[in-house]
C-alpha cells in the first residue's frame, strides 16, 4: 500500500488512449511497489479509455486541454507544488513544453522529458529544439525507449549522451504466448478466415507514420487470393485506407478491425505479423506478436535490427513495397518456415521480459528521489517563462484571460 511518505512521481501525457505507450504505462503502475512511490497520471486533454485500467491506488487528473490552450503547464505546475511531487516524467515530444513550463513553477519537482518516437521522419523542428535548450538550463533528464532514439535526440537536440537513460519496452511472456488450437479456431471463425487463407496482421494507429498504405501496395503485388490482411486499430487515415483498399482491388482481402482493449485475440487469428513503419523506438506490437510465437516482418527502424537478431525475424528496408511484398509471398507459401520463424520470434522476446521493464524503471526513479537538485528555479538565471514562450503574453496575462479546465478523475494525494 502507498504511504503519504513515499515519494511522489507524476506521469504527464496527452491521455490514456489506447496505444502502446498508454499501455505500456498502465501495466507499468499496476506493477510497481506503491509503497516505494506513489504514483498519479496527469492527462492533457482527456483521461481516455484506459483510465478505468489503472489500479485503485493510482489516481487521474485530465486537464481537459482543448486547442492551443497555454495554460495546462501552469495547471501542471500548481499541481507538482500542491502535491509536492518528487518527479514528474513526461511521455513524448507534445507534453515536454507543458512539463518544462511546470517545472519552472515547480523547482523542488525533478523533470524527466521521456522520447518514445515520432509521427514524422522530419527532423525535430525549432520549436522543439527551444524547448530542449531551456528544458537543459536546469537538471532536466531524459529517457528513450530505444538506444536509436537516444542517438536522434543527441545529434538533433544535442542533449548529452550521459543525460539520456534508454528504458526499454519489454513485454509479458506468460500473457502473450501462442494460442492453443480452440482459440485459434474461434479468432479465425470470428473473422471469417478459411483454413487454407494466410492472415497478415498489423497493429498500431492509422496514421501516416505506420505506412498501411505500403502494406496495402504489397498486398496487390502478391496477387495471392489466399493472402488476407486483418488490421488492427483505428486513427484518422481510416477513411483513406479503406478507399485505398477497394481501388486496389483488395476490398475482399483486407479486414478492418479497429481498436480492442486486448489484442490477443487478433493476434491468434494470424499468420504473420507486419511492421512497416517509417519510425518506431521499440514496438510494443510487435514484441506482443513475437512473444505469441509469430513469424514477424519488419522495417529496419528504431531498434528493430536489435530486436529481431538471431534469425528472430525478416527485416527489409523502410519504404520498400517490393521487398515487403516478396517477404509476405515467401512467408505464405513456406508453413514450415513460418513455424520455425515463429518459434525463434517467441525465444528472442523472452530477452525483452516486462519485468525487466519493471525493474529498470523502479531502479531509475529511485536514482531520482534521493536526490536534493531538483528542476528549474524561475529568476535564478537558469530560466524565465518569457525565454520558453518570447512570442506570447506574459504568464500573468495568460494565467488572467485564458482558462483550461480541469477535472479530477481521482482523490488528489496529500503531500
Not at 531551456?134 to 537516444?150: E, L, N, Q
Request: hydrophobic share 40%; glycine share 10%.
Amino acid at each position: 500500500m502507498p504511504t503519504d511518505r513515499a515519494p511522489l512521481v507524476v506521469h504527464y501525457l496527452d491521455s490514456l488512449a489506447p496505444g502502446g505507450t498508454e499501455r505500456t504505462l498502465v501495466a507499468l503502475l499496476e506493477a510497481l511497489d506503491p509503497a516505494r512511490a506513489r504514483h498519479i497520471v496527469v492527462t492533457a486533454r482527456g483521461a481516455g479509455p484506459l483510465a478505468s485500467n489503472l489500479p485503485d491506488h493510482v489516481a487521474c487528473r485530465a486537464l481537459e486541454r482543448t486547442g492551443a490552450c497555454r495554460t495546462a503547464g501552469v495547471t501542471l505546475g500548481r499541481l507538482l507544488r500542491r502535491w509536492r511531487a518528487t518527479v514528474v516524467h513526461t511521455r513524448n515530444v507534445g507534453c515536454w513544453a507543458d512539463t518544462v513550463l511546470a517545472g519552472i513553477l515547480a523547482p523542488a519537482t525533478q523533470v524527466v522529458l521521456g522520447f518514445h518516437g515520432r509521427e514524422t521522419t522530419r527532423p525535430f523542428g525549432s520549436r522543439e529544439r527551444v524547448i530542449t535548450a531551456f528544458a537543459r538550463r536546469g537538471d532536466t533528464r531524459f529517457t528513450s525507449v530505444s538506444h536509436t532514439g537516444k542517438a536522434l535526440v543527441t545529434a538533433q537536440l544535442r542533449v548529452p549522451p550521459e543525460h539520456i537513460t534508454v528504458l526499454p519496452n519489454g513485454v509479458d511472456t506468460t500473457r502473450f504466448r501462442p494460442a492453443a488450437a480452440e482459440s485459434r479456431g474461434r479468432a479465425r471463425a470470428r473473422w471469417r478466415f478459411g483454413t487454407r487463407d494466410v492472415v497478415v496482421g498489423i497493429v498500431g494507429s492509422l496514421t501516416g507514420i505506420k505506412r498501411h498504405d505500403l502494406l496495402l501496395e504489397a498486398m496487390e503485388r502478391t496477387a495471392m487470393d489466399e493472402l488476407r490482411l486483418l488490421v488492427v486499430g483505428d486513427g484518422p487515415l481510416r477513411g483513406e485506407l479503406t478507399v485505398a483498399a477497394e481501388q486496389r482491388g483488395l476490398h475482399r482481402r483486407v479486414t478492418f478491425a479497429g481498436s480492442t482493449g486486448d489484442v490477443r485475440p487478433l493476434l491468434a487469428a494470424m499468420d504473420v505479423y507486419v511492421c512497416c513503419s517509417d519510425h518506431e523506438g521499440i514496438s510494443n506490437a510487435l514484441l506482443e506478436a513475437m512473444a505469441a510465437g509469430l513469424p514477424v516482418i519488419s522495417t529496419d527502424v528504431g531498434d528493430h535490427a536489435r530486436i529481431l537478431a538471431d534469425g528472430a525475424g525478416i527485416l527489409i528496408e523502410a519504404g520498400e513495397a517490393g521487398a515487403l511484398g516478396t517477404a509476405l509471398e515467401t512467408l505464405a507459401r513456406n508453413p514450415d518456415g513460418r513455424r520455425t520463424l515463429g518459434r525463434a520470434a517467441r525465444r528472442r522476446a523472452k530477452q525483452f521480459s516486462f519485468a525487466q521493464v519493471v525493474r529498470d524503471y523502479d531502479a531509475f526513479y529511485a536514482s531520482l528521489t534521493g536526490e536534493s537538485a531538483r528542476g528549474m528555479v524561475l529568476g535564478s538565471g537558469r530560466g524565465n517563462v518569457s525565454d520558453l514562450f518570447p512570442a506570447e503574453r506574459s504568464l500573468t496575462e495568460r494565467r488572467e484571460q485564458t482558462s483550461c479546465h480541469v477535472a479530477a478523475r481521482a482523490t488528489e494525494p496529500r503531500p
